[in-house]
């Protein structure tokens, strides 16, 4: 039933969310009850840019409600992005456009990752950022990525 969900969705034009693939994990506190906290490291390929390829790691409640998805993860992340093949854009892009997001907690908190264009060093730029609805976390990283001289770069 899932998928015809999300191809319904994808059919009117919502975008569906990037996914990353989870890497691996450390544990940082022993929980007796339920998973541990960890660190996470997840990649997810830049959706408008081939030949892109970020690294995110954060940090992840553990703990009973951690485990049923109910906990609020803190708003520690970093970010590297590298090239991983022929950078090419693939759509046009806006300047601070999302890339990707990933829910932090059950509710009003997201981890998102934008990115820019600095055209005068051509460079992409990724942020790495927390929001929330009600008061956001001025906890952020940055990586720059070279986009070569030439044909689609």
Do not use: W
Request: aromatic share 8%.
């Amino acid at each position: 039933m899932r998928p015809l969900i999300m191809l319904a969705l994808a059919a009117f034009g919502f975008a569906l969310p990037l996914r990353a693939e989870e890497i691996g994990s450390v544990s940082t506190v022993f929980k007796m009850l339920g998973p541990n906290d960890k660190i996470v490291v997840e990649a997810f390929d830049d959706p408008k840019v081939d030949g892109v390829t970020c690294y995110l790691s954060r940090a992840k409640k553990g703990g009973v409600a951690g485990g049923l998805g109910v906990a609020e993860d803190t708003s520690d992340a970093a970010i590297a992005c590298r090239q991983v093949g022929p950078i090419r854009f693939t759509k046009a892009f806006k300047e601070g456009e999302e890339v990707f997001k990933k829910d932090t907690s059950l509710l009003f908190k997201t981890l998102q990752v934008v990115r820019f264009h600095d055209k005068k060093r051509n460079v992409l730029v990724y942020l790495v950022y927390s929001d929330r609805i009600i008061e956001g976390s001025p906890k952020n990283s940055v990586s720059v990525v070279p986009v070569p001289a030439g044909p689609g770069g």
